[in-house]
């Protein structure tokens, strides 16, 4: 299993414009889940979905984050528009189910805004 | 207060030492725990999982959970260098999906 895949592995951008992470979970996983971490707050929950429709969205920052997930093997965040206090890494994760077992971390997407 | 705090550290301890990390957690409902451990730049990797009082032995590592006192620890035997790293502590609570995470714990261990 190639585990979960995250795309882009870096991304650098310019204040204001949009960006969009890319997660692709285990197949067969049916929970998924967006962390964001930085030094000062470590990892925070920003969204999670289990199959494929979004549960709590109530670690999502602002307006400027949104998540999707149309299919059980994609799921997008998008920033729009950024800002420089969103530079950080984000992480995808996805679990079978409930997170009783635990789940599997992605490589992660460092964003950084300018 | 947060739902689930660590010691930031760093925790130094000498190579073939036991480090021994610690963890509290506020929700009296949450049931199972979880040690990850991330090295620097790379992803948090789960390494541990606890889910009834008492200890859990894997090879070098030991988890150890009482209920009680809402505590969570991981003990690492024989410390290597290469145990240097951050280990995170997650709780999962009631019927939801999520882990919440602590902070971390910067573990370094000298040669």
């Known amino acids: 299993d190639a585990g979960v895949i995250q795309s882009p592995r870096h991304e650098v951008t310019e204040m204001g414009q949009e960006v969009t992470l890319r997660c692709k979970p285990i197949s067969g996983h049916n929970s998924l889940f967006w962390y964001r971490q930085t030094m000062m707050r470590g990892l925070e929950l920003l969204i999670y979905f289990n199959n494929n429709v979004p549960i709590d969205d109530s670690g999502m920052p602002e307006d400027r984050f949104s998540a999707k997930m149309p299919n059980a093997s994609f799921s997008t965040l998008k920033i729009q528009p950024s800002e420089p206090r969103d530079s950080a890494v984000y992480f995808c994760?996805?679990?079978?189910?409930?997170?009783?077992?635990?789940?599997?971390f992605g490589s992660g997407t460092r964003l950084t805004v300018v | 207060q947060k739902e689930v705090e660590q010691n930031s550290g760093p925790l130094s301890v000498p190579e073939g030492a036991i480090a021994s990390l610690n963890c509290t957690y506020s929700?009296?409902?949450?049931?199972?725990f979880f040690w990850y451990r991330q090295y620097s730049g790379k992803s948090p990797e789960l390494i541990m999982s606890?889910?009834?009082?008492g200890d859990k032995e894997d090879g070098r590592f030991t988890a150890q959970l009482n209920k009680a006192s809402q505590y969570v620890s991981l003990l690492i035997r024989d410390s290597q260098p290469s145990d240097s790293a951050t280990y995170l502590c997650a709780a999962h609570t009631g019927t939801a999906s999520k882990l919440t995470f602590g902070t971390g714990t910067r573990l370094q261990v000298t040669l």
């Open positions: 994760a996805s679990s079978p189910g409930t997170a009783v077992y635990g789940y599997t």
């Open positions: 929700d009296r409902g949450s049931q199972s």
């Open positions: 606890i889910y009834s009082n």
